[in-house]
């Protein structure tokens, strides 16, 4: 169940009581006049069924209530209430299925904004990948996979996709680029500090890596793995029985690429570079190929089960 507490404008507020009742798999609606004070208006409070949440949310924005009022969303953990377990039974399909597209713009909006933290993150995990790559270590490939936060402008890009949204997209496709660039700007620096401290050497690139060679050598499972991992990312993103980004399966094909590519630029290793540069950015097409056509599949099916 979601629980949608709103500001409305008085001239408005019946129009909103009367949408509220038409719409199926809503109850515990509650109207207090005159509460709202910025800004000034009404307060309408309304539990509504996670599947029937969207259909609301679009039609109070055809009211304009986001514009002139509020529009607040939570997710209810637990709700006690006969009529609360009605209302889910009315509403058409299964709430862990339902796609709510405005939540899921303002994440992805939220998750792809390339900000001095977001920079931050991407570079610590390609500088904690470029360790690991360096020393054959899959500890630290899956510690850097676990800070990596690029799953964030990818599944926004896809996201920007499906909904039409070029701003969004520009914004997604600007963070990941730059912030692929600065983290493997800053690992070259990187290494080539820890190669004059004596910690990396180019024995150790060259040298038998069992369990990282696969971030220069892209195949066939290359692209399998990224579009696998792109539509568990997605699905996690819009299922409402996960709340997390599953980073960890995204980043296990992107940023220990990007840290081998920026290791064996370091050394001047051409082949490895693009070995690895061509593993990473086949991935990312895979991933957001993956999201958008898991989100464009989800998008269908749900219209099939509302009709």
């Known amino acids: ?23 199926v798999g809503t109850t515990h609606l509650a109207v207090v006049p005159g509460a709202a004070r ?12 996670r599947e029937a949440g969207d259909e609301l ?3 109070l924005r055809e009211l304009e209530i986001d514009r002139t009022g509020s529009i607040a969303v939570e997710d209810i953990d637990l709700s006690l209430s006969k009529r609360a377990d009605q209302a889910e039974i009315d509403a058409p399909g299964e709430g862990a299925d339902a796609v709510l597209w405005e939540q899921l713009a303002e994440a992805t909006h939220e998750e792809s904004t390339l900000s001095v933290t977001y920079l931050a993150f991407i570079t610590l995990a390609t500088m904690i990948a ?3 790559v360096i020393l054959d270590n899959a500890i630290l490939i899956v510690g850097a996979m676990a800070v990596g936060p690029e799953f964030g402008p990818l599944a926004g890009f896809s996201t920007a996709v499906v909904r039409r949204r070029p701003r969004l997209a520009l914004r997604s496709l600007v963070a990941l680029l730059v912030g692929f660039a600065v983290a493997m700007a ?12 004596g910690l990396f050497t180019e024995d150790m ?29 997605t699905l996690s993103l819009t299922s409402a029985k996960s709340g ?7 980043s296990v094909t992107t940023v220990p ?17 693009l070995g690895s540069t061509n593993q990473l950015l086949l991935n990312l097409l895979g991933i957001v190929l993956a999201g958008t056509l898991t989100l464009l599949t989800q998008k269908w099916l749900w219209s099939r089960t509302t009709t």
Do not use: K, W
């Open 257 to 273: 690429a990007a840290a081998n590519a920026a290791v064996a630029l370091s050394y001047g290793d051409t082949s490895q570079t």
């Open 130 to 132: 470029a360790c690991g």
């Open 186 to 197: 800053v690992t070259v620096l990187f290494s080539l500090l820890m190669d004059g401290l």
């Open 38 to 49: 910025n800004p000034v208006g009404d307060i309408v409070m309304v539990d509504v069924a």
């Open 57 to 59: 949310i679009g039609g």
């Open 205 to 233: 690139l060259e040298g038998d890596r069992p369990n990282t060679a696969f971030v220069y050598a892209p195949d066939a499972f290359s692209f399998v793995v990224a579009v696998l991992a792109g539509i568990a990312g």
């Open 244 to 250: 997390l980004l599953v980073g960890v399966a995204i």
């Open 1 to 23: 169940m979601l629980h949608l507490r709103l500001i409305t404008p008085s001239d408005r507020t019946d129009a909103v009581i009367r949408l509220i009742e038409e719409t």
